[in-house]
């Protein structure tokens, strides 16, 4: 077709090549004539046909196109053939694949930039074997069956020293094989981390959900099969609204459509926590689940649909039930009460008696009595105890496990809250370790404290006031006639005995926290604290600190104490607070049965190895030139917050601030 006459609609293609220019790709070209790209290949294909144009593919579906040189001859010369594969070397580069060639015995002839990236190599490999580097058994597989069956290949292969996952097209050709490599490793950590998800999905304790925004369910997992009782088409098949969920409040009213977690967060936008509610299994058997909620958004920010996690809680649930049928009684008792079913196993405790071991009242919940007495308990004392006459408690010692390596002993009285069946059984425990013990050394300690006040209030104070007053004398009668040394002497020695005054006053009120402290009454954190800040109001505007209080509680305990560890601990947190302005922040959270107060600032922190000196009497972490202070501050702190049966400590880093932590009981427990 060589001699053929073109068309004007060939000669306007052909126009646009350049007799020896650089090759074009089909879509360049489509885009020049305004034409899709179809009717584009097609014209291309008859210049080909025609002998006018060379062609040659690019990548899995791409193919560049070129005008031969017109200088007479019928074949292009090498240095022609080599300025065509320049510019053939300019349009690889263009691809976004990475693209290189290999002769048919696999050794370099091109690799374009990307290539070059994804491989680490660069322009030196030329001329060299593929083979010589990190390929993988795969890869070289499949370059062999590409060179013997002429055939593409296409596979996916992981790169150790790159650390990537290669999507790897190979192409056979008679003079060797063309290559094109994609990363594909962030699609390969998409699937790895979809199917971690899924697995975790499948394997979850927790129930999981999905509702469409139109509240139809999309998906259900194992656990929430087991949990409603339906296989997960059956699950699918119910909207969140369908009658067959028989759905309840805690009450076990039917529970209204706005009140669901799904209506809400549809609504509003935002998740549902700790949702309670009671739903009906096909069976009838009704089931009570605790629901958390999250709308998940699409690329226009409207919810596409929402997740649940489904917890059951049916035995907690009706465990609480039956908690709440003596709740009135048993926690208003200090002492400790607890109900045991026919296997002997804590059906119901109260606070008091959670206090006296090591369980909190949740996890001793169906504990056998074994993991709380000793193992002399289940027997012989069983016996005894129905053997009884009736008309009277009987009145047991045991011992029961307080901690690790901790006991204590309690009296116990029982008796059967049903006499005839005898299935439950009713404790009433009452600490009695080392009592008398504790109170003879009470007397003692209280004894030896009053002496020792006296003798620091009166024999070593008096002695201390004449020290200073004859120094003062000393200077005031002889100024005149003493040097500089000498005035500074006098400086020392009346600022050291300032500062001894200082630690007998603090020790003096060490000794008394226990004899001399109030008795406990019902006390307001709030009023304490604002107090405190009184007291510090000049050190608070020197400092241009800024002190942040939450609502915190009311607590038993001792006004005036309370108030000092404040002071203590509010000054400390300002002083040590760095070049910035300090900013301080106080909260309460309940901890079991008692509060937890926390002050936290944002100062120079502390080394965690020596957090336990600090509560220590005269241990400072500081020298006197760096700050003021005793050095007792902390440890009585520590001794008030002991009175008050609590703990304090203190978590901290240095340059990350520090959190100063102790525990107060509920103003109640002085009822």
């Not at 040659?56 to 022609?80: I, L, M």
């Not at 049903?418 to 009695?432: K, P």
Request: hydrophobic share 35%; with cysteine; proline share 4%.
């Amino acid at each position: 077709m060589t001699g053929s006459s073109l068309t004007d609609a060939l000669r306007e293609t052909l126009v646009l090549f350049e007799a020896g220019g650089a090759p074009l790709t089909t879509a360049e070209v489509a885009e020049q004539l305004d034409l899709g790209r179809q009717s584009t290949y097609e014209r291309l294909e008859r210049l080909v046909d025609h002998d006018r144009l060379e062609t040659k593919t690019v990548g899995a579906n791409g193919r560049v196109w070129w005008q031969p040189s017109t200088n007479g001859h019928a074949f292009t010369t090498g240095r022609q053939r080599n300025a065509i594969d320049s510019d053939l070397g300019e349009v690889f580069d263009r691809i976004s694949d990475g693209f290189y060639a290999l002769d048919d015995e696999l050794r370099f002839r091109y690799l374009n930039d990307r290539a070059a990236d994804l491989l680490g190599l660069d322009e030196a490999v030329i001329g060299t074997d593929i083979r010589n580097g990190n390929l993988t058994k795969t890869f070289e597989n499949a370059l062999y069956d590409a060179l013997e069956t002429q055939a593409p290949v296409t596979f996916e292969d992981h790169h150790s020293p790159w650390e990537k996952w290669l999507q790897i097209v190979i192409y056979p050709s008679e003079s060797g094989l063309s290559v094109y490599s994609r990363d594909i490793t962030e699609r390969k950590r998409r699937e790895r981390e979809l199917a971690r998800y899924e697995t975790i999905v499948e394997t979850s304790p927790i129930g999981i959900t999905i509702v469409g925004s139109d509240g139809e369910m999309q998906f259900a997992n194992d656990r929430a099969e087991e949990i409603y009782g339906r296989s997960k088409d059956e699950i699918n098949d119910l909207s969140f609204d369908d009658p067959n969920w028989s759905e309840v409040d805690v009450d076990g009213e039917p529970l209204p459509d706005d009140e669901k977690p799904f209506l809400q967060i549809m609504e509003r936008g935002e998740p549902v926590l700790d949702h309670l509610s009671g739903v009906s299994r096909p069976d009838g058997e009704r089931v009570w689940i605790s629901v958390n909620g999250a709308p998940v958004y699409d690329d226009c920010e409207e919810i596409d649909s929402v997740v649940f996690s489904i917890e059951d809680i049916t035995d907690r649930f009706e465990r609480e039930r039956k908690l709440e049928q003596y709740e009135t009684v048993v926690e208003t008792a200090h002492d400790g009460i607890y109900v045991l079913d026919e296997e002997r196993q804590f059906e119901l405790v109260n606070e008091s008696f959670a206090d006296l071991t090591s369980f909190s009242r949740t996890a001793l919940l169906g504990q056998h009595v074994s993991a709380v007495f000793d193992g002399e308990f289940a027997s012989p004392e069983a016996e005894q105890w129905e053997s009884e006459a009736t008309d009277e408690l009987p009145l047991f010692e045991e011992t029961i496990t307080a901690g690790p390596n901790e006991t204590q002993t309690v009296e116990n009285r029982f008796v059967f809250l049903d006499e005839d069946s005898q299935e439950q059984q009713i404790g009433v425990t009452r600490d009695v370790t080392q009592r008398e013990e504790y109170r003879q050394q009470l007397v003692e300690s209280n004894e030896r404290l009053s002496q020792f006040a006296y003798a620091v209030s009166h024999d070593l104070q008096e002695p201390l006031r004449m020290v200073t007053s004859y120094l003062q004398l000393l200077e005031r009668r002889y100024g005149d006639d003493l040097d500089e040394d000498a005035d500074e002497f006098i400086d020392y020695a009346v600022d050291g005995a300032e500062r001894m005054r200082e630690m007998i006053d603090d020790l003096l009120e060490y000794s008394r926290v226990g004899t001399q402290g109030d008795p406990f009454e019902p006390v307001e954190l709030n009023e304490v604290i604002n107090d405190a800040c009184t007291d510090l109001q000049l050190q608070i505007e020197n400092s241009d600190a800024h002190i942040e209080s939450g609502s915190l509680p009311q607590v038993s305990g001792d006004k005036g104490q309370l108030c000092r560890v404040f002071q203590n601990v509010l000054s400390n947190a300002i002083e040590y607070s760095g070049d910035d302005p300090p900013r301080i922040a106080v909260s309460a959270e309940r901890d079991g049965s008692k509060w937890r107060i926390s002050v936290r600032d944002e100062g120079i922190g502390i080394d965690p190895e020596k957090t336990d000196r600090i509560f220590e009497v005269f241990q400072r972490l500081h020298s006197r030139d760096e700050s003021e202070g005793t050095g007792i501050g902390l440890a009585l702190c520590r001794r008030i917050i002991e009175r008050h049966d609590g703990e304090i400590w203190v978590e901290s880093e240095p340059g990350e601030g520090s959190t100063f932590s102790f525990m107060l009981s509920p103003a109640h427990d002085t009822e």
